[in-house]
Each structure stands twice: as structure tokens, then as C-alpha cells.
């Protein structure tokens, strides 16, 4: 199982990104697949997930509103559109195999993460 984030960058605050991560080893429609962050010197975190069917989607209270998960499944791809950004959102971003709001009991491989930074 290899999971690869990409797509960060710098940004003002008031802009958005997309975050993508593509997997291999494993089908994102076998999964329900969620997005978490880590900023210095804290925990990682929820931000979103989609589930199994792809259908229906969950988001931290910071998220809902301004970030949008989706997939794509011919490429095997997870999405996040961040908008309106804000320097609280400075993170590094992963994507996981998750269950409900929380990374799947057992995943260990995570990647290397996508480093979003919002500053003016």
C-alpha cells in the first residue's frame, strides 16, 4: 500500500488549493478514505472523509463550508478543495484509510503528507 499526497503550497489567506492523493495497492472504491492534517507542535486531525460508496461525507467543524472531499476512481484519486484558507489551516495534509472520523485501526502506511501553508 503506497499513499501520495500532493498538490500544496503557499497561499494567501482567502485562498484555496486542491490537495490530491493517489494511492497504489489498494482500490480507494474498497475504503473509506479521510483527510487529516498536522500543524507544528500539535496532534493529527480530522478534517474530512468520504465513504465507501462515495456518496455521503464528513467534515471537522473548521472544514464544513470551506473544503469539499471527493474522488475520483478512474484514477484512483482522493481530492480536497481547500477555500477561503486561513493561517489556522497551516498543516501538512495526509490521506488515510478511515472509520468514521478516525484513521482505520491497523493503517500504518501513511505518505509523506502535502504541506499547506497559508501566510500573507
Known amino acids: 500500500v503506497q499513499l501520495v499526497e500532493s498538490g500544496g503550497g503557499l497561499v494567501q489567506p482567502g485562498g484555496s488549493l486542491r490537495v490530491s492523493c493517489a494511492a497504489s495497492g489498494f482500490s480507494f472504491d474498497d475504503y473509506a478514505i479521510g483527510w487529516f492534517r498536522q500543524a507544528p507542535g500539535k496532534e493529527r486531525e480530522f478534517v474530512a472523509a468520504?465513504?465507501?460508496?462515495?456518496?455521503?461525507?464528513a467534515y471537522s467543524d473548521s472544514a464544513k463550508g470551506r473544503f469539499t472531499i471527493s474522488r475520483d476512481l478512474t484514477r484512483n484519486t482522493i481530492y480536497l478543495q481547500l477555500n477561503s484558507l486561513e493561517p489556522e489551516d497551516t498543516a501538512i495534509y495526509y490521506c488515510?484509510?478511515?472509520?468514521?472520523?478516525?484513521?482505520?485501526?491497523?493503517?500504518?502506511?501513511w505518505g509523506q503528507g502535502t504541506q499547506v501553508a497559508v501566510s500573507s
Open positions: 488515510a484509510p478511515s472509520s468514521g472520523r478516525a484513521v482505520r485501526t491497523g493503517f500504518t502506511s
Open positions: 468520504v465513504d465507501l460508496s462515495g456518496r455521503n461525507t
